[in-house]
């Protein structure tokens, strides 16, 4: 039986950085095969409010600037500092208490972010197209940690300009310089 080739894939996130720390994050998310899934307004739709409401799902986790493109988006999340600031309430001695003792809410993770808007996401598009299981997203997502307020304002800037340069997007199927940069890059 022939060996299956396994492909070297360079590390999307940086080693050793806590995905939770509180901070600013600029998030990609592509679709599955780069398919041009947003030009439907209904699904564009869907996505855009399951992104608005993040920040229900996760304590201490904030939106910034955000844009859906035809295939993929573009989104800034910022995660907060979140903890107890007083002491968990006493139980009286002879309350009795039924099962194990609630775990202190944990800062969420970036990924554990991107994981439930695209799981969300994948199961109201999948449901509105009547095509259960089908994949909505490429595997993975692109993060970048945002430093300080001058990388902050450039991405912000970026996610705004990005609908005007959809002709030179790398993601954009019909842009022959990406095409032939990701030739370039896989020989």
Not at 91 to 118: D, M, N, W, Y
Not at 151 to 166: C, E, H, M, S, T
């Amino acid at each position: 039986m022939p060996q299956q080739q396994t492909r070297n894939r360079k590390p999307l996130r940086l080693p050793a950085y806590d995905y939770a720390s509180p901070g600013a994050y600029f998030i990609t998310a592509v679709t599955h095969q780069r398919s041009l899934l947003f030009e439907d307004q209904a699904i564009r739709s869907i996505v855009q409010e399951t992104w608005q409401v993040l920040p229900h799902h996760f304590l201490g986790v904030s939106l910034d600037a955000f844009v859906v493109m035809p295939n993929h988006l573009h989104g800034i999340v910022i995660i907060s500092v979140v903890g107890a600031r007083f002491p968990r309430p006493s139980v009286p001695s002879h309350a009795t208490i039924q099962g194990a003792e609630t775990a202190p809410l944990r800062q969420p993770t970036l990924g554990q972010i991107v994981a439930c808007f695209k799981y969300q996401t994948a199961k109201r598009i999948n449901l509105h197209r009547a095509t259960p299981g089908m994949p909505v997203w490429r595997r993975n997502y692109y993060e970048h940690v945002i430093r300080d307020d001058e990388d902050l304002d450039r991405i912000r800037q970026y996610i705004q300009n990005n609908p005007a340069q959809w002709h030179l997007d790398a993601e954009n199927p019909e842009n022959n310089v990406a095409k032939s940069r990701s030739r370039l890059a896989r020989s």
